[in-house]
Every structure is written in structure tokens, then in C-alpha cells.
């Protein structure tokens, strides 16, 4: 893929979600779909054939990391980690991130890829509501309960294929 392919199908994708500027993906990079932060990465230099996404699912509490973390890391499990990608904590903001690579970025439908960045951010907001759920006495608070990471499984089985 080229930088000019690429900025082409940040347009087509940003057009698909119906985003006041369409050409806010290509130029920074990023958008906001319902309050969750999506960004789009492609280095025709370095990978011309694969695209990083990065979906920012919020900020974990300090008390909670270690929870938080083990519960990323059991849904990594659950989701088919390598293939549809991985579940983590950001180690420069300490939030939790979802991580995608798309590998041939020149195969993706546009309609597709903007399908899964609605996907990824409705699953965030899930995910963001169960933690708010929970009740500070309870057993394990702040963590993601069982119904969260079968919620999580779903955001990263888009076909992208």
C-alpha cells in the first residue's frame, strides 16, 4: 500500500461513519466514534503491508491494575489473541487498549473497516459500563466480569478477510 491508498481509504472509512471531516482519520491519524478514541497507523517505510489500530478503552485505576490486567489477558485468551488481536495496558497513559493489525491493508473494504471501528467502540463502552457497574464492596471490583470478556470475544471477530 502507498501513503496516497492509505489516506484513500482513511477518506472512504471516515465517509462510511459519517464523520463530520472526512479526512480527519488520514490527516491525524485519529477520530472519536461515541466517546471512544480510535487511532489508525500505516508507515508505507517501514510496514507498506500493515495497518496498527489502536482502540483506547480508558484509564484503569492504579488499585486495580494488576485485576484489570489479568482479566486483559484472560480475554486475550477468549478473543483468538494473534488473529484478532490483543487486549492491553498503553505503558505511556497506563489505559487499557485493544490493538489490531490489519496485514494487506490493500485487500480492506472501507465499509468493513469503518463496520469494525463501530464494532470496537460499542464493545468499549460495554466493557466501560461493566466496570462503572460495579460496586466498590464487592469481591473484586473494578475488575471486567465474566459477561464483559464474552462481550470482548465479539469486538474482535469482524471479518476483515
Do not use: W
Not at 473494504?109 to 469494525?116: G, I, R, T, Y
Request: charge should be negative; hydrophobic fraction near 45%; proline fraction near 4%.
Amino acid at each position: 500500500m502507498k501513503e496516497t491508498e492509505f489516506r484513500r481509504l482513511c477518506h472512504r472509512v471516515c465517509v462510511a461513519l459519517q464523520l463530520p471531516d472526512a479526512d480527519a482519520l488520514g490527516a491525524h491519524g485519529r477520530v472519536e466514534i461515541d466517546g471512544v478514541d480510535i487511532a489508525l497507523f500505516f508507515d508505507e517505510l517501514v510496514n507498506p503491508d500493515m495497518l496498527f489500530c489502536y482502540v483506547d478503552m480508558g484509564p484503569v485505576a492504579e488499585g486495580s491494575r494488576m485485576e484489570i490486567y489479568g482479566q486483559l489477558l484472560t480475554m486475550n485468551l477468549l478473543s483468538g489473541a494473534k488473529t484478532n488481536g490483543v487486549y492491553s495496558l498503553d505503558p505511556a497513559s497506563g489505559n487499557a487498549i485493544f490493538v489490531v493489525h490489519f496485514m494487506n491493508p490493500e485487500t480492506l473494504d472501507a465499509a468493513q473497516l469503518a463496520e469494525a471501528f463501530q464494532v470496537y467502540a460499542t464493545q468499549t463502552n460495554s466493557l466501560r459500563a461493566l466496570l462503572a457497574d460495579d460496586a466498590p464492596d464487592e469481591p473484586g471490583t473494578g475488575t471486567l466480569r465474566a459477561a464483559g470478556m464474552a462481550a470482548g470475544r465479539n469486538a474482535s471477530m469482524v471479518d476483515l478477510a
